[in-house]
């Protein structure tokens, strides 16, 4: 890399509080203690490297999943400092790692922009963590120290000369205070992958030593990106059906704030904006997409009216409307930004907003001016999605004229509970009739509903707004489960504070078929009650898919391993009963494997990574055969899909 642009030594790290508290209250500082704080642990160590490629020292990073599930993150910058620190009477090195709220990000000098700014990471990651070795590449040496749980475990050694420069961390987060401890390679892929489109010419590798092949190679991946967010939008929206076949890139620096933005549209009728300040993926967006949504709209507006396609319109166009079936990415570097707590969820640096603003004004007016053919375009899906909004508003007004709250207002299918607290109550989507039958005699009527559904539901993928709320069974799901759907911002807004139940249980059958409708419910709450996803109130039930028998002795099975253990214990004359649905199983067979709370494995829904999965939604559901065909052969091993 190039050589040191200005001194980075002990004197840049500086000292703020110390390191008592994480072990004690780790969620605090990493979200929580289940497998999305397990991971955060990683990104803290990777975001330490990432500042340094930021700050144009580094080009190079590593991630390595060991054998034993503990990580090794390798990055070829400056190398942390190792010089005696002043105030602290030890190396820089041991502060960084030892102290909270210590580092280079709180010295203006060192970095100009960086994620991990609140300076908790790597210290917390040792905090957390019960082995931790640092190796340090500078000065011509290799130095190397070690720690348990926060604390060294040996001095700063030199452990030879070394002619390369960079840091080296490996870690074993605490299994005594990780409730998961086992990574998942696809979580740390997606990350990587979007620091990579996040960080264009930066090479991130992950190697996942618990996969090696037969000739002894791991599973490994390299994300690079030469084009940065323009690759970025074309990925997620690599299974939609382009408008306008084309991004629409910008990378500049207005008000001394670097912008760049990708945005494209697609023929779908939901809108994907994806927000980032140094790296940080900002879910609850902030200034910065305030100031992008401002001058997309504003552009888009004028461009519209001076060229007259308005004048027949006879409704009127919302903001939202120009939206509609959008794709983008905005990204800002911000020296010292502003974030809603320790999560970095919300920029507050209100400076951005004008930044962003004028950017996307600048780059997308002279776009349509370029691009006169793909500018109509873009206004002639606009005016769409301003006539079907009248409808579906016309349409959500028809299923909400009677209170969703008065019994009048249930759906006639639902078989609802008795308690009335919502954190106690449990509404099980439940495929047919019979199924729903069943469910309904296997309940605990206190805090269980069963609400049955006919058939497969309408794909929203590929529905506009105004179907969607013509839909039954679809106005069934909002109305049983007390939601509001629009408000006169934001017709799309919804409103789960009257939400009735805390858990929202699809149970199908374990075959192609319930498969099917599993992702069809998963693709509707994703598409239109994100919100119930973000506030995990989504489970999949997951129903056995044998029952055992020799003798008097029964053991229900979820897998074939499962099945094979038990014949082996039992012998061959075991006795084995395949379900193919949840109609073939008795009442009290469903409640005791499926819906009694302490004996049935729920699984939870979540969204690790939003951009992601709504390129995976889009595979599924969308018209392309053949990216959902490679998809379900790539992970066949891992789903119950009959032959």
Known sequence: MSEEKEEYSASNIQVLEGLEAVRKRPAMYIGDISAKGLHHLVYEVVDNSIDEALAGYANHIDVTINADNSITVADNGRGIPVDMHEKEHKSALEVVLTVLHAGGKFDKGSYKVSGGLHGVGVSCVNALSTYLRAEVHRNGKAYVQEYSCGKPTTELLVAGDSSNTGTIISF????????????????????????????????????????????????????????????????????????????????????????????????????????????????????????????????????????????????????????????????????????????????????????????????????????????RTIVEKVIVAAQARHAAYNARVKIQRKSPLSGGGLPGKLADCSSRTAEDCELFLVEGDSAGGTAKQGRDRTFQAILPLRGKILNVEKAMDHKIFDNQEITSLFRAM???????????????????????????????????????????????????????????????????????TEEYCWTDAQVQQFIAKYGDKTKVQRYKGLGEMSAEELRDTTMDPNQRLLKQVN????????????????????PRRDFIEANANYANIDA
């Open 482 to 552: 007390r939601v509001t759907i629009g408000t006169e911002d934001d017709p799309k807004e919804v409103n789960i504070s009257k939400l009735a139940y805390h858990k929202i249980i699809i149970m199908t059958d374990a075959d192609v078929d319930g498969s099917h409708i599993a992702t069809l419910l998963m693709t509707f709450f994703f598409r239109r009650m994100r919100p119930v996803i973000e506030n995990g109130y989504l489970y999949l039930a997951t129903p056995p898919l044998y029952k055992c028998t020799r003798g008097k």
């Open 172 to 375: 074993k987060p605490d299994d005594s205070i990780f409730t998961v401890t086992v990574y998942d390679y696809a979580t740390l892929a997606n990350r990587l992958r979007d620091l990579a489109f996040l960080n264009a010419g930066i090479t991130l590798t992950l190697t996942d030593m618990r996969e090696v092949d037969e000739s002894g190679e791991a599973k490994k991946e390299v994300f690079y990106s030469k084009d940065g967010l323009r690759e970025f939008v074309e990925y997620i929206d690599s299974n939609k059906e382009s408008l306008i076949n084309d991004v629409i890139h910008l990378n500049t620096e207005k008000q001394g704030i670097p912008v760049e933005v990708a945005l494209t549209y697609n023929n779908t009728y939901n809108e994907n904006v994806y927000s980032f300040v140094n790296n940080i993926n900002t879910i609850e967006g902030g200034t910065h997409l305030t100031g992008f949504r401002r001058g997309l709209t504003a552009t888009l507006k004028k461009y519209a009216e001076d060229s007259k396609m308005l004048e027949k319109v006879k409704i009127d166009i919302a903001s939202d409307d120009f939206r509609e079936g959008l794709t983008a990415v905005v990204s800002v570097k911000v020296m010292e930004p502003q974030f809603e707590g320790q999560t970095k969820t919300k920029l507050g640096n209100n400076e951005v907003i004008g930044a962003v603003q004028t950017a996307v004004n600048e780059a997308l007016r002279y776009y349509l001016e370029e691009h006169p053919k793909q500018a």
């Open 607 to 626: 969204i690790s990574d939003a951009a992601e999965a709504d390129r995976i939604f889009s595979m599924l559901m969308g018209e392309d055969v053949a």
